[in-house]
């Protein structure tokens, strides 16, 4: 069991910069996969980022080159540094785990992004 909690969310203006930390309850370096999701209103939830175990990340093309997920071991936090925000970005972010096959989540982190 793994669980999963986020901070870091907020209203920032289009083109600002936002940071995101999730902090699970089992070191990060244990866990297959984590990383991150959205959900806009009225809409699916969708990935963002993923990181593995081995270090290997996955970015939805829509984020790239904007947002950067990084996992600090020592501190057991994975974060999403979100750059260049735009008003389409705005969504409830959640934390996501994978392991042993089993989906873990967070309750989520209400990011607004402004025109």
């Known amino acids: 069991q793994v669980q999963l909690v986020e901070s870091g969310g907020g209203l920032v203006q289009a083109g600002g910069s936002l940071k995101l930390s999730c902090a699970p309850s089992r070191s990060t370096f244990s866990i297959n996969a984590i990383g991150w999701y959205r959900q806009a209103p009225g809409k699916q939830r969708d990935l963002v980022a993923t990181?593995?175990?081995?270090?290997?990340?996955n970015y939805a093309d829509s984020v790239k080159g904007r947002f950067t997920i990084s996992r600090n071991d020592a501190k057991n936090t994975v974060s999403l540094q979100m750059n260049s925000l735009k008003p389409e970005d705005t969504a409830v972010y959640y934390c996501?785990?994978?392991?042993?096959?089993?989906?873990?989540w967070g309750k989520g982190t209400l990011v607004t992004v402004s025109s």
């Open positions: 996501y785990g994978r392991d042993y096959g089993m989906d873990y």
């Open positions: 990181i593995s175990s081995g270090g290997r990340i």
